[in-house]
T-cell receptor, first 114, second 112 residues
Framework: DAGVIQSPRHEVTEMGQEVTLRCKPISGHNSLFWYRQTMMRGLELLIYFNNNVPIDDSGMPEDRFSAKMPNASFSTLKIQPSEPRDSAVYFC????????????FGPGTRLTVL | QQQVKQSPQSLIVQKGGISIINCAYENTAFDYFPWYQQFPGKGPALLIAIRPDVSEKKEGRFTISFNKSAKQFSLHIMDSQPGDSATYFCAASITGAQKLVFGQGTRLTINP
């Protein structure tokens, strides 16, 4: 298996622009997580899905952030409009479920908002 | 009560020494305690994990020590090597809840 796939790996955009980050979880995994990592705040859980349904979005910073999972093999995290303080590395992770607790992380998307 | 507190924030150890990273939690419902390792430019990856029915788990040079009464757990890296230089995160969760609560991370540097 190729592991969790994220695209793009790097994104540079200007303040006010819309940004869409993409994630393909490991096949057969039924939970998907979006995290944000910064030096100041560490690794923060933004939202997670179970069987394509959002379960907990309490970490989503504000209405500018939205996430979707239209099917078991694809998820997006959208920021509209983007702001410089959104600059961070965004990780997607997936988990098989059942008795397996290990989350598998993707390589991340480094977002820079100018 | 959902927090996991990790210390130190950064740690420098000489090659061959023992690296020790500590974590503390409040929620007694937590029953799964993993450690993740992250190299620069990569996502975190599971290193080792423990459940509270045992006080210690060892995998190679990596050992988790768990103290249920103190609500603390720690990672020990024996014979630390330069290749162990990375950021380490402790975490905790409740079985079935899927969501992990992460500590703030420790940046470990092993000097050759």
């Amino acid at each position: 298996d190729a592991g969790v796939i994220q695209s793009p790996r790097h994104e540079v955009t200007e303040m006010g622009q819309e940004v869409t980050l993409r994630c393909k979880p490991i096949s057969g995994h039924n939970s998907l997580f979006w995290y944000r990592q910064t030096m100041m705040r560490g690794l923060e859980l933004l939202i997670y899905f179970n069987n394509n349904v959002p379960i907990d979005d309490s970490g989503m910073p504000e209405d500018r952030f939205s996430a979707k999972m239209p099917n078991a093999s694809f998820s997006t995290l959208k920021i509209q409009p983007s702001e410089p303080r959104d600059s961070a590395v965004y990780f997607c992770a997936s988990l098989q479920g059942g008795s397996y607790n290990e989350q598998f992380f993707g390589p991340g998307t480094r977002l820079t908002v100018l | 009560q959902q927090q996991v507190k990790q210390s130190p924030q950064s740690l420098i150890v000489q090659k061959g020494g023992i690296s020790i990273i500590n974590c503390a939690y409040e929620n007694t419902a937590f029953d799964y305690f993993p450690w993740y390792q992250q190299f620069p430019g990569k996502g975190p990856a599971l290193l080792i994990a423990i459940r509270p029915d045992v006080s210690e788990k060892k995998e190679g040079r990596f050992t988790i020590s768990f103290n249920k009464s103190a609500k603390q757990f720690s990672l020990h890296i024996m014979d630390s090597q330069p290749g162990d230089s990375a950021t380490y995160f402790c975490a905790a969760s409740i079985t079935g809840a899927q969501k992990l609560v992460f500590g703030q991370g420790t940046r470990l540097t092993i000097n050759p």
